[in-house]
């Protein structure tokens, strides 16, 4: 069971000119293979930028390229360099950014040697935290724009088709449903169906991979659709401007690449959160991450199509979080490691021998975990949980041997389960034990 991980797509706004960014496949190849990193139904690959290796989210939901966190990679030379002012997602004011123009960026062979990169300096906002891998900036609207680009999340790769490469073309007709998608303000949308509480409508949305949910809609850009009888109040992520909050709650169905889904778990942010965000005309909301990911999409700007076919996750259940805990990396500790090693012989003579034990010390860096929110009326919150505890165990297994993802799993896995917590809060151990329960 796959739980999506709450973590809100990035928009924002920008006054400048049009940039000259154009990435294209070099050496004459067909198609050029790139791995990525799929956690919490986001997409994250590896790029060159200036020559030093970089990782981008790779979203659809953005036009321009931004750069958040180097971490140690002081090195990188930026060009051509002005100030703006960016606003986005969250209730809060723009914040100071800095536009640098003809970079390098590269992939694989796939090159763009003119690339205009968004330094926003704001050390708030930085997800690697989230996540749990570091994660340097967002790359969207010129990654896609020049080629066809499928998107294999079973498989963990992308892959970008050369313009004379016939044949993708005729595997997309032979293997692929075919869907008509708009591109404006560089930016993807798709006309889905939306039925609730017996109202069947047409609904303009954004196809956002840098969103992890299933589906956003926002209330007051609407008259059609309202909010389920049954919502939970849920903090949704932070964006550019701020921490974004909203409701959760389930609709009837909703339809995406020729398939209809039910039941489905879906997000109605407030309307301070959105404030700042650009709307095209009609858009409502959002297609993100736990509907894409159960696809391969392959998107082509150009002629204004996206191709779909349903892999073995298109038929699972949508789930809320019923932990109501969300978790953070919150760095990094050196650990002493003590190890006893058995075998080590020791010689007297030639006719005697004697076996010793020796104990080994060592230090490793491990992660260190904290809880980033607790949502109201929670059973994690009723047992008492706060954010800010770090935690150092889940059911009797210390964290500093886990994932991010794999603490996700076991705190949202399945109704009724228990979870046996020790966290630390102002350096005092603590233990809580509660149920996950489904509230929705």
Not at 152 to 165: L, M, P, T
Not at 197 to 212: E, F, H, I, P, R
Request: glycine letters at 6%.
């Amino acid at each position: 069971m796959r739980i999506p991980f709450v973590f809100c797509f990035i928009v924002f706004s920008i006054t400048t000119a049009f940039g000259q960014s154009n990435f294209e496949i070099v050496n004459h190849k067909k198609k050029i293979v790139i791995p990525f990193k799929f956690i919490n139904n986001l997409i994250f690959i590896p790029i060159k930028v200036n020559g030093e290796e970089l990782t981008f989210l790779l979203d659809t939901g953005v036009e321009e390229t931004i750069l958040f966190s180097l971490d140690d990679k002081e090195q990188i030379q930026f060009f051509h360099i002005e100030k703006l002012m960016l606003k986005g997602l969250g209730g809060q004011d723009a914040i100071e950014a800095y536009k640098s123009s003809k970079n390098k960026m590269e992939v694989n062979g796939f090159t763009d040697n003119e690339h205009e990169i968004y330094l926003v300096l704001d050390q708030e906002f930085n997800f690697s935290s989230h996540v749990g891998i570091p994660v340097n900036g967002i790359i969207g609207y010129h990654f896609f724009k020049n080629h066809k680009v499928e998107i294999n999340y079973e498989r963990k790769k992308i892959i970008v088709y050369a313009n004379d490469n016939e044949k993708i073309d005729k595997k997309l007709q032979r293997n692929f449903s075919r869907n008509t998608i708009y591109v404006e303000e560089n930016k993807p949308y798709y006309i889905s169906k939306i039925e609730q509480y017996d109202k069947v409508a047409q609904a303009k949305l954004l196809l956002d991979t840098g969103n992890s949910d299933a589906l956003w809609i926002f209330l007051n850009k609407t008259k059609t659709f309202v909010k389920p009888e049954k919502t939970i109040k849920d903090f949704l992520g932070r964006g550019f401007s701020g921490e974004i909050f909203g409701l959760r709650g389930r609709i009837d169905s909703f339809s995406f690449g020729y398939t209809t889904f039910h039941n489905a778990i879906t997000t109605f942010p407030d309307s301070t959160s959105i404030q700042n965000v650009n709307f095209v005309p009609d858009r409502i909301g959002s297609i993100g991450g736990e509907v894409l990911s159960r696809f391969t999409v392959v998107f082509d700007y150009q002629n204004n199509l996206m191709f779909t076919k349903s892999n073995a996750k298109v038929d699972d259940p949508f789930n809320i979080n019923m932990s109501g805990i969300e978790v953070e990396h919150a760095g990094l500790e050196w650990t002493k490691l003590t190890e006893e090693t058995n075998g080590i012989k020791i010689y007297k003579d030639a006719d005697q021998e004697r076996i010793q034990n020796k104990l080994q010390i060592r230090f490793e860096l491990k992660p260190i975990f904290k809880i980033a929110n607790v949502r109201e009326g929670s059973t994690a919150e009723k047992c008492g949980l706060k954010k800010g505890d770090r935690i150092l165990k889940i059911n009797g297994h210390t964290t500093q041997e886990m994932t991010i993802e794999k603490i996700n799993d076991l705190l949202k896995s399945e109704e009724g389960k228990t979870i046996q917590m020790e966290i630390e809060r102002n350096t005092v151990p603590m233990n809580f034990k509660f149920q996950l329960k489904s509230i929705l």
